[in-house]
């Protein structure tokens, strides 16, 4: 049992979904200052590849998969390429997602059913296929969510609703590998300066003050800490939001 922190995660490997931008850009840099190895997951193959030249100046090895992650058979694909590419698994950061606004009365079910896909379906699918390297070497999971998962507000109902979802996920999963060894915990950060927000800004007609939002960099922050806590300790859930309530 490691009962101190984790300085560096030294031969650990690392999976982080939605590197391409915004939390998970930081996440994967994040892990990279920690020497972490790193498997990156988007779909822009461009962005995703500048991360990755980032990522390689303080990490020993990086491996950018461009890849649209609800596609039939991306899982899989994902976790036969960590095996020969890297040889196992010790953390997976799920921080790829998509985001819709509306009331229930108009918003359209295909948006819903995309959500769904993107935000429940695939990190389920994706923690199915990688579970079995993760247990090999008494991993972590880590599940960044939203305020919205544990409090829904109106025309945001869909978002709230596969947000919710994956915490469920996310809690049930922690009770059923717990005993072998595997520590899940949650992030539900507010508001924080990514392309997405500048997009949800933009529609609501409100300008964009990025400075006053919390930062990616302030939620890879609270990621990276959590995955180094010594082993004694298991984090389950964490809430972070801008410092700043006016804006
Ligand atoms: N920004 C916020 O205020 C905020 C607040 C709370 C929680 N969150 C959560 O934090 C996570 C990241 O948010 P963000 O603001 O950084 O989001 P973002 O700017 O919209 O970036 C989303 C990331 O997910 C990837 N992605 C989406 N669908 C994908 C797919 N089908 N296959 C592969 N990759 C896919 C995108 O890749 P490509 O661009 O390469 O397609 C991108 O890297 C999300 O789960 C979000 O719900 C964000």
Do not use: W
Request: with cysteine; hydrophobic share 45%.
């Amino acid at each position: 049992m490691r009962l101190t922190r984790k300085l560096v995660f030294e031969n650990h490997v690392a999976v982080v979904t939605g590197a391409s931008q915004g939390i998970g850009r930081a996440i994967a840099l994040g892990l990279a200052a920690k020497e972490a190895m790193l498997f990156l997951v988007g779909r822009n193959t461009a962005a995703l590849h500048e991360v990755a030249e980032l990522a390689r100046k303080s990490s020993p090895r990086v491996v950018a998969h461009a890849t649209d992650l609800v596609a039939e058979g991306a899982t899989t694909i994902i976790a036969e390429k960590i095996l020969q590419e890297l040889g196992g698994l010790d953390m997976l950061i799920h921080c790829a997602g998509a985001y819709s606004q509306g009331g229930l009365q108009t918003a359209s079910i295909d948006e819903f059913d995309r959500l769904y896909r993107t935000n429940v379906r695939m990190p389920y699918l994706l923690t199915q296929s990688l579970l079995p390297m993760l247990k090999r070497r008494q991993g972590q999971i880590a599940f960044v969510n939203s305020s919205k998962g544990l409090q829904a507000h109106a025309n945001a109902g869909q978002f709230a609703a596969t947000q919710h979802a994956l915490r469920a996920i996310a809690d049930s999963l922690r009770d059923e590998v717990n005993s072998d060894g595997i520590r899940v915990f949650s992030v539900y950060p507010g508001r924080t300066a990514t392309p997405r927000m500048e997009t949800i800004f933009q529609a609501e007609g409100r300008e964009y003050k990025p400075e006053l939002l919390l930062q990616p960099e302030d939620i890879a922050e609270v990621v990276v800490n959590t995955l180094m806590m010594p082993l004694t300790a298991e984090v389950t859930n964490i809430t972070i939001r801008p410092r700043i309530k006016s804006y």
